[in-house]
């Protein structure tokens, strides 16, 4: 049955920030879709205006909706905990940049830090009766990794992709080619996103993406029956290279193809990058025994 209410988070302009911290959190976590704004405004074109995400399966909308716009501590949300570790889990994630508050609620700015602006307060409870009153924290810090394979290397984040993401990735491709194609990478990310929504990866450096890598196992291709994992798009922003961003996502991405039961990792690579060509023998890649064939059109 659908549900009929809602809960309507609406923020200054950390909403996209604040999507992104609480589906890597907690478990069964999603973005179900986004939207952003366009010429006609009234946020900046390309910024996130709202998005449909659920938490451990049940669903929020996140909007910007302006500077008139701001939580105090009269809002929280509960979190159900079965044990003393879990509480800890928790406090330890929703509290890393905020501070103590009053009953032991730590807060944070929902946003960046010293924007004054949205903020609010969550609670946990353990099923331990003395720590029932516990309460957790807090509005949003930068990302904090989700599932097995996030990582952090040198400042760089390394999860796995979502449909916020698309923006930044636009930007990557913009520097590196020349064209901004916001249509070409909506359709790449979310036929990735539908496949497997772990499998790609986005490298962040204070919270801005700056390196990407898409992927899947795959089985039964060129006669090749094994789930094999492809590495098929990736980039990084030239500000950002030699700086292991490259190194963090291509690991990221073999680790989660071995969880799926791949041992075997494969790409393409043309004849004329040669610098691409260097990196992925770097990363141990060889010649595979396959041979690419061609016909033009």
């Known amino acids: 049955m659908k549900k009929k209410i809602t809960t309507f988070l609406t923020f200054k302009d950390q909403a996209e920030e604040a999507v992104k ?6 478990k069964n976590s999603r973005i179900l879709s986004s939207s952003r704004y366009g010429d006609a405004g ?39 905990c079965e044990s003393q570790a879990e509480v800890d889990n928790y406090w330890e994630k929703l509290s890393e940049g905020g501070e103590p508050g009053r009953c032991g609620c730590p807060e ?9 602006q949205s903020r609010a307060s969550h609670e ?6 003395q720590d029932r009153s516990r309460p957790a924290r807090a509005g949003v810090r930068r990302w904090n990794g989700r599932g097995a394979f996030a990582a952090m290397t040198s400042g760089v984040r390394i999860r796995p992709m979502n449909e916020l993401d698309i923006e930044g990735i636009c930007r990557i491709d913009e520097k590196i080619t020349g064209r901004y ?15 497997d929504p772990d499998s790609s990866q986005v490298a ?6 700056v390196g990407f890598m898409l992927g899947e196992v795959r089985g039964g291709e ?5 789930p094999t994992g492809w590495v098929e798009f990736f980039g990084v922003d030239p500000s950002s290279r030699e700086k292991g961003v490259g190194r963090g996502l291509i690991e990221a991405l073999l680790g ?11 790409t393409m690579v043309a004849a004329q990058d040669k610098d691409i060509a260097a990196f992925i023998a770097a990363m141990g890649f060889a010649p595979a025994p396959l041979t690419a064939l061609e016909k033009r059109l």
């Open 222 to 226: 060129f006669g090749l029956e094994e």
């Open 124 to 129: 946990r409870d353990a099923a331990d009766e």
């Open 181 to 195: 194609r916001p249509e070409v990478w909506e359709q790449r990310a979310a036929y990735y996103i539908r496949r």
């Open 42 to 80: 009234p946020g900046p074109k390309g910024g996130l205006m709202a998005a449909n995400f659920e938490l451990d399966g049940q669903e929020f909308v996140a909007l910007n909706g302006g500077p008139s716009f701001g939580f105090s501590q009269g809002f929280s949300l509960l979190v159900d």
């Open 21 to 26: 911290l609480y589906t890597s959190i907690f």
């Open 108 to 116: 944070r700015d929902a946003g960046r830090q010293g924007s004054g």
């Open 256 to 266: 989660h193809f071995r969880s799926k039961g791949a041992h075997v990792a494969r």
């Open 204 to 209: 962040e450096v204070d919270g801005r993406v």
